[in-house]
């Protein structure tokens, strides 16, 4: 158990007899919810730990009162302000954070009845801790002499079951055991398991010599009730591999609930296996026909495909399977093809299977190389090499522009203006994006990317200055690749794009503040078209 469980101890104990006395002249006399005790736990620091305070809405530490009972189900109102977290995961009691400054709580609980408006008899400081003692009809402070323990082992079936005391989850091991050290007093046991009504109880340490024992093993099975019609209907029926009677159509046969493994079985017929859910207080019907078998051939265009039924692989086409008579899923591969995958009705007055396969163009795993053109801002004529890994598409391109700016004037003081003109002399991109067949031959990628454009200076007389050369733009860019394969290996390419500027040069930025055209080379819409070879 934890220090703070400790501590409240210790405060009990201080107010001993006290307690006592009113435990024992109220323990089952009151009608309403009521508070025995309120008080400042001087030396608790919870509201004020890291991992457990809890602010309110204006960032301020909340107050903790720590509300003393086993009992869950509690409902609490401090007014405008609001109670800011409930957490009643602790033994023994419920944590309330609430705004400091507040002078009213009201608690209301569904069975146990309610109190209203009562008034903190101390004033409710931000990141302080208090202790609640209520008491009601059905609610009780339990109290415990930690000066006196005894380990308590605990064994409960199913295994899987898990077990609470006083509301803390107890760990069981494999086969559902634990042993755990507990104070003297009275604790309040529940045990839970998948598939059963859980168990409530009361275990009470006592016995400061022997060890003391918790056994629950006598959970109540939760039943349901399966009626199975078979054809034939002298077929054997198993549950779980236990035979069962085979009248249960007219008298259902009663089982735990979940899940479980039905087999019919008569000679001369398919064996059928279900698996089943029954389900609390209801019928579970299951009808099932027994078919003949018959001998099915399996054949692929082109061959060599591998083929499974419903899951179960047959082999490497042309081949044969001995099925029954029913609905199937017959699903064929084959390296450079598309999957194949029909839902068929299999007949033994039809044995034959015949598959086609598409071949696929585009794989998952594939590397490209274009040449091609992009216009736009401007016309530039390039390659990109690229490639799909599990279809996560990496590409890169370099491509050269055509075109040329407006005549830009410069001037220096006293100096004669010098003419020069500007075109974008290379853009390279790095793109990333993750590739979507749509077909055999069709991929849609979208795409994100870097674009870095440079751009070449011309001056219009000798100089030996080049004021702006070089200067260059890096952009962000998306867009989407729509590929095609036309041919085995051949294909072709569309890219629209758009990019914006991100970083420029000083050079850059001079020039797009007078030349709008080349300001646009930097951002804006492109469309690449490329001519492809994949493998």
């Keep these: 158990m934890s220090n703070d469980y400790y501590q409240i101890l210790n405060l009990h104990r201080r107010w001993g007899i006290l307690i006592a006395i009113f435990l024992f002249s109220s323990f089952v006399h009151a009608q309403k919810i009521s508070v025995s005790r309120f008080v400042l736990a001087e030396s608790d620091l919870t509201a004020q730990n890291k991992s457990t305070l809890v602010e309110d809405q204006n960032g301020d530490k909340c107050a903790l009162i720590r509300v003393q009972t086993t009992q869950k189900g509690f409902s609490f109102d401090v007014g405008s302000a609001g109670v800011q977290k409930v957490d009643d995961n602790h033994i023994g009691e419920i944590w309330l954070y609430v705004p400091f400054g507040v002078r009213h709580i009201s608690i209301r609980h569904p069975q146990l009845g309610s109190l209203v408006n009562y008034s903190f008899p101390i004033n409710i400081e931000k990141a302080r801790t208090y202790i609640m003692e209520i008491t009601s009809d059905k609610v009780f402070v339990n109290y415990y002499d930690d000066s006196r323990k005894q380990k308590l082992n605990i064994r409960v079936f199913p295994a899987n079951a898990s077990i609470t005391l006083n509301g803390m989850n107890i760990k069981l091991n494999s086969k559902g055991e634990a042993s755990q050290e507990l104070s003297f007093g009275t604790y309040t046991y529940k045990v839970v398991a998948d598939r059963y009504y859980s168990k409530e109880g009361q275990v009470v340490i006592n016995d400061s010599v022997h060890i003391?024992?918790?056994?629950?093993?006598?959970?109540?099975?939760?039943?349901?009730?399966?009626?199975?019609?078979?054809?034939?209907?002298?077929?054997?029926?198993?549950?779980?591999?236990?035979?069962?009677?085979?009248?249960?159509?007219?008298?259902?046969?009663?089982?735990?609930?979940?899940?479980?493994?039905?087999?019919?079985?008569?000679?001369?017929?398919?064996?059928?296996?279900?698996?089943?859910?029954?389900?609390?207080?209801?019928?579970?019907?299951?009808?099932i026909i027994l078919s003949q078998l018959a001998m099915f051939s399996f054949r692929s265009d082109p061959t060599g495909a591998i083929v499974s039924v419903s899951g179960e692989k047959l082999g490497t086409t042309p081949c044969q399977k001995e099925l029954k008579t029913g609905s199937y899923e017959v699903f064929a591969q084959k390296v450079g093809y598309k999957d194949y995958k029909k839902k068929m009705d299999l007949s033994s007055s039809s044995p034959n299977v015949n598959i086609s396969l598409s071949r696929i163009y585009n794989y998952k795993n594939e590397f490209y190389a274009e040449a091609g053109v992009r216009v736009g801002t401007f016309v530039s004529f390039g390659g990109t090499i690229g490639g799909y890994i599990s279809n996560v598409n990496i590409e890169a391109s370099a491509f050269y522009g055509t075109g040329n700016s407006e005549t830009i004037y410069w001037s220096g003081n006293d100096t004669k203006p010098i003419s020069s003109i500007y075109h974008p002399e290379l853009v390279v991109s790095g793109k990333v994006g993750y590739g979507i067949a749509a077909g055999t031959r069709f991929r849609i990628t979208p795409q994100l990317g870097i674009n870095y454009l440079s751009l070449k200076e011309s001056m219009q007389e000798e100089s030996n200055v080049t004021p702006a050369n070089g200067s260059n733009v890096t952009s962000a860019l998306f867009g989407v690749r729509f590929s095609v394969i036309i041919t085995n290996h051949f294909g072709v390419s569309l890219s629209p794009e758009y990019s914006f500027g991100v970083g420029k040069s000083n050079g850059y930025k001079e020039l797009e503040a007078v030349s709008s055209k080349i300001k646009n080379w930097g951002q804006g819409f492109n469309v690449k078209l490329g001519l492809m070879i994949a493998f």
Excluded at 245 to 272: C, D, F, M, R, W
């Design 212 to 287: 003391q024992q918790l056994v629950v093993n006598d959970l109540k099975p939760i039943m349901g009730k399966i009626s199975v019609h078979t054809n034939p209907y002298n077929a054997e029926i198993m549950l779980d591999g236990v035979s069962i009677p085979s009248n249960t159509s007219l008298t259902p046969y009663a089982t735990q609930i979940g899940h479980h493994k039905l087999i019919v079985k008569q000679i001369g017929y398919k064996t059928e296996e279900r698996d089943i859910k029954v389900e609390q207080d209801k019928i579970t019907d299951i009808n």
